[in-house]
């Protein structure tokens, strides 16, 4: 198992807690999920991976290794559903683009509030998105400089009761 060597490189380098983004596939937004003609498909591939996830590779490991999951980024009702049932598996944060305008989805300032029963899940479960400016976004082939001076990661403030404003940080 992974967190059998994990775990003590961990204590080895200080570090008290970790969490792992995707690559490769499922890529660091699960945008290998949403490009696949089928979604339904996609999304039962996309909840094994939570799945793993949050028993496989961080269960055990005493809250050292934080679940990192994964949401629908195709359809924003099954992304809310999707935090809804990892949050209730232990996990609170997600991985999300912060550009979804460049995969060919709905703006985050979408006029038709798009995202919000995403956030809005978020929200309820305490559940915060971790970004990974720009390694994504720029697809295969792009500049490395581009990806190596990118900062590491971001998180979203979600609003407070009465407000509507999601503020990125």
Do not use: K
């Not at 799945?51 to 934080?66: A, K, P, Q």
């Amino acid at each position: 198992r992974v967190r059998t060597f994990r775990l003590p490189n961990q204590l080895t380098n200080h570090v008290e807690v970790a969490l792992n983004y995707p690559n490769t596939f499922p890529r660091f937004a699960g945008q290998g999920f949403a490009e696949r003609a089928d979604h339904e498909l996609g999304l039962a591939c996309l909840q094994i991976y939570n799945d793993w996830m949050i028993d496989e590779w961080c269960g055990g490991s005493g809250g050292r290794l934080i679940p990192l999951t994964l949401v629908p980024l195709w359809d924003a009702q099954l992304a809310a559903a999707e935090v809804r049932r990892t949050a209730a598996r232990g996990s609170r944060a997600i991985t999300w683009t912060e550009m979804p305008s460049y995969l060919g989805l709905p703006s985050i300032h979408d006029p038709d509030r798009y995202w919000d029963p995403l956030f809005e899940a978020c929200n309820e479960t305490s559940t915060v998105l971790g970004l990974l400016p720009l390694l994504w976004e720029a697809g295969p082939g792009a500049d490395v400089s581009a990806r190596i001076a990118a900062p590491v990661v971001g998180t979203v403030r979600f609003p407070r009761q009465g407000s509507s404003r999601y503020e990125l940080r």
